[in-house]
């Protein structure tokens, strides 16, 4: 789970090392990392979000969330009473798959093009 969510933001931090420029680091932080990380289940749960169904859907747009809810899920106990719902394994797998190759496809093409200028 560690090496899928490193391999995650690995391609995820890529794109954006190449879609923004040196210039606009600071605007990136405000308009991108700071919603990414507090929109991407890192300080709740996801399944502890199902009465907010519109918002639990967006979170699924978030990479951060795979990752987090795959830690979460290993981390912590679950199927026992009381304990905290999070995203099924199969799903965060496939998430972090999913953002691996898209991301990584990406950040490949935007690498060459900057380095061929």
């Given amino acids: 789970m560690m090496i899928l969510s490193a391999l995650s933001g ?3 931090g890529l794109t954006l090392g190449t879609a923004v420029k040196p210039e606009q680091i ?6 991108i990392l700071l919603p990414l990380i507090f929109l ?9 979000l199902a009465s907010i169904r ?3 859907i967006v979170t699924l747009f ?12 290993i981390m912590i106990p679950t ?5 905290v719902p ?8 496939l998430g972090l798959l999913v953002t691996i190759a898209l991301f990584l496809v990406l950040g490949v093409r935007g ?7």
């Fill in 10 to 12: 690995a391609s995820f």
């Fill in 40 to 48: 991407g289940s890192a300080f709740f749960s996801w399944g502890g």
């Fill in 62 to 73: 978030n990479p951060l969330t795979y990752a987090a809810e795959g830690m979460r899920g």
């Fill in 86 to 93: 999070v995203l099924d394994f199969q799903w965060v797998i």
């Fill in 26 to 31: 600071g605007v990136m932080n405000a308009t």
């Fill in 79 to 83: 199927g026992l009473p009381g304990s």
């Fill in 111 to 117: 690498f060459v093009s900057r380095a061929v200028r």
């Fill in 54 to 56: 519109w918002f639990q």
